[in-house]
T-cell receptor, first 116, second 112 residues
């Protein structure tokens, strides 16, 4: 158990809909990262938040957004869903000093999103 | 642009023998490398890492080797055990990168 929790575990929804994925980082971790894994591919970095502020963006679509709340949990919002958005979405957390580098990240169990 | 590549999608090894998983990278800025292990229906689990100032790091049955000139790293598992059967991801990062760049994974199967 990494200490990172994600809900829900599975989500099935229809095209055009909007969903919210939730992540709680390990106790003490200030950084939260979101990754997408499609069809046995590698993990693709989406976005990072550090202590409530967006720090880095990867290949995140404009239809997707995220935020980190004062209690450090994070939500990833996916809207106008398309079939191709079906994937595993992982959240990870790490201990970063302000302005520090990203090294070991600890991953949650993921949310499997199926868009029909 | 695939900056981290794992060219072998799968690898099958007999129990007790050595498993060698390979990873190549193209970005010279990478200075930290990690291996993650992933079981089905679970998130990736951190296994071992290595900084670019080293060429080897060992932790129990797991050893990671880094060849900076060849931009290549490998993970050795000795001896291989059935519980090692999983997908292994190589990842890389650098100072200030704020993210990990992952390879596509190698599925390791340990046969009894």
């Amino acid at each position: 158990d990494s200490g990172v929790t994600q809900t829900p575990k599975h989500l099935i929804t229809a095209t055009g809909q909007r969903v919210t994925l939730r992540c709680s980082p390990r106790s003490g971790d200030l950084s939260v990262y979101w990754y997408q894994q499609s069809l046995d591919q590698g993990l693709q970095f989406l976005i990072q938040y550090y202590n409530g502020e967006e720090r880095a963006k990867g290949n995140i679509l404009e239809r997707f957004s995220a935020q980190q709340f004062p209690d450090l949990h994070s939500e990833l919002n996916l809207s106008s869903l398309e079939l191709g958005d079906s994937a595993l979405y992982f959240c990870a957390s790490s201990v970063d000093i302000a302005g520090g580098s990203t090294y070991e990240q600890y991953f949650g169990p993921g949310t499997r999103l199926t868009v029909t | 642009d695939q900056q981290v590549k794992q060219n072998s999608p799968s690898l099958s090894v007999q129990e007790g023998r050595i498993s060698i998983l390979n990873c190549d990278y193209t970005n010279s800025m990478f200075d930290y490398f990690l291996w993650y292990k992933k079981y089905p229906a679970e998130g990736p689990t951190f296994l071992i890492s290595i900084s670019s100032i080293k060429d080897k790091n060992e932790d129990g049955r797991f050893t990671v080797f880094l060849n900076k000139s060849a931009k290549h790293l490998s993970l050795h598992i000795v001896p291989s055990q059935p519980g090692d059967s999983a997908v292994y991801f190589c990842a890389a990062s650098y100072q200030g990168a704020q993210k990990l760049v992952f390879g596509q994974g190698t599925r390791l199967t340990i046969n009894p």
